[in-house]
């Protein structure tokens, strides 16, 4: 409804950021606890990095699997264009790093090697030199006198020449160097500023910015995404030169390998409209033509049959300071019949719930527009999408395709499953959670519940109410991004507690939305603290939108002591005395923060977020941490993929495509680089 916010909130790399607190305290796991399979791959720095599996792959048909094999390689091919879009010397540092610790054949313990081997897993989980979250530069803690002793030490052929190796140093070394991927700092040139390589030559942010409005046409109600496949830069001339990433232009041999990849998956289309979709995706990397983008997605969001379906392409803009370009990325997957029933139970029903909401009618919309929704599984996850993962997509970006066509909303099954898995053990319910009751709860239904959480606050969440006449889409400016959040998560939250629930057999027991309650109190009042350094405020929307409803129920529920956080043994633990009263709560800022958004009451919604979701108590802060410090909990998550091969016979046919998930992070990474290093 708020459309700049919509688009910002819709894409893939928001839901990613959401999900990792998330997903710390699940213990329940809905399939197999019975296997042995190894979800934890390998730990460093504040990482760790998991393995998903792929269940239902092998009931694919044959030509189905060929499908996701063509698309999985067509994914990998663009690995290098998101290194180089995120830092101009990404992909030099990468192989220089990569050759000095695939040639290192002293001791394996060298504690110059192993701060090495830790940097190279950075920069292999940030797709570049800066952190994927932070977008901070990465600090090495091996010595330059070392790390110069072993470039040294490489074959000639894998020298650089003694002015790159200068340059290369100081960009790895010298942390006043490229310090910030994504330079969002009030009052500076974003552009100038920013590490990414988006922009070239030395434009600055206001050259950026007269450049679009020349070539923009006001008015227009059907406007091609600006700037999402090009680099901008200023020529030797002073002229500006958009360089579009195409197939002859900007990334042409990876795109061409892109192309290639998708002509052979055509081939293996499920269905006409799915030919189509990869046709006009084809086209688009042939021309760069944005009009190609919008008619591909279109054509996307109207592809519901198929069961295999996939984005490949440049997406979401959050790696540019100014939100124009698209980082790169593909995700493919297929549908998970079972799980979908869920969602597809709820997007039916999207009616109802807007007319049962809780705000003034004047708020609701009449007529809610289909949304459609299903569960999916992954099959590989490539640039943007990897190593750290979405759990959920709803795209396309585009407004007035949204508008007009309508979205695709899709939560990713096998990878919440993944971290549900993965985090057990951690110690977590023991060390936070109040007692046995309450864990046990958490048990038998966070996992069925946060599910649920993600799908109402995907696919009815955003797209409730509605703005008054004549409202300012952008009226909340720089706090619409957590208004709307908090708006979503609440229309969650809300409905999780209904009977319509049980009736429409989405879950088994009318008590099993305490355990999502239950955790979501906790984190918003206490554990997500654990990713924010001591001293600083909460920045990210997403934080500061479960911050503000935790601290806003917990403060307005006091006088009826419906939440509370008590003291044992000077541990602090949240303890919820009355969960119907929480819902009421819930369900009264829901109303309040739809109000705000509806009228575009800007100092209404400044005051929320100033009041509740910035400022942290330093106690409970420190409380958190040094409690987190004693567990085994990494703030971030990445993930691996499985290894897709092809079976040939004697007559050189396609017989299967077999998945496996033997390969190791760093093995991975190795054979990406070697094979799919398509960029200088
Ligand atoms: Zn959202």
Sequence with gaps: MNKKTIAAIAGVAVIAAASVTAMNINRSTPADTDDDFQYVVDNFADIEILRYKVPGFEDLSLRQKQLVYHLTEAALAGRDILWDQNCAFNLPVRRLVENVYTSWDGAPDNPDFLALTTYLKQI????????HYSSDKFVPAFSEQWFRSRVDALPEVDQPDPDTLDELCKVIFDPTVLPKRVNQADGEDLVLTSACNLY????TQQEVEDYYASIKTPGDSTPVSWGLNSRLVKTGEGTVDEQVYRVGGLYSPAIERIVTHLSKAAEFAENDTQRQVIDELIDYYRTGDLRKWDSYSILWVGDNDSQVDFINGFIENYGDPLGMTGAWESIVN???????????????????????????PRFRKPEVKGVTAKVITAAILAGDSYPSTPIGINLPNANWIRANHGSKSVTIENITQAYDAASHGSGFNEEFVIDNATAKLLDDYLFITDNLHTDLHECLGHGSGRLLPGVDPDALKAH??????TRADLFALYYLADPKLVEL?????????KAEY?????????????????????????????????EWVLEKGAPDNVV???????????????YEALRGLFGQLLAEIQRITSEGDYPAAAALVEKYAVKVDPAIHKEVLDRYATLSIAPYKGFVNPVYEQVIDNNGNVVDITVRYDEGYVDQMLRYSRDYSLLR
Excluded: C
């Excluded at 999207?350 to 007319?355: C, I, K, S, T, V």
């Design 200 to 203: 070239g030559g030395g434009i």
């Design 505 to 513: 057999h989405l879950l088994d027991n009318p008590e099993a939305y």
């Design 564 to 578: 509370e956080l008590v003291k044992h043994d000077g541990k602090t633990y949240l303890r919820i005395n009355d």
């Design 518 to 550: 239950y955790k979501y109190m906790l984190n918003g009042l206490m554990t997500q603290l654990m990713r924010i350094e001591p001293g600083k405020d909460v920045e990210e929307a997403h934080m500061r939108n479960r911050k503000l409803i935790a």
């Design 124 to 131: 292999w989980m940030g797709n570049g030199i800066h952190h």
């Design 334 to 360: 297929f549908k998970n019949e079972e799980a979908s029933r869920r969602t597809s139970v709820l997007s039916s029903e999207a009616q109802w719930f807007e007319d049962h909401s809780p705000v003034d």
């Design 480 to 485: 619409g991004s957590t208004i709307e959040e």
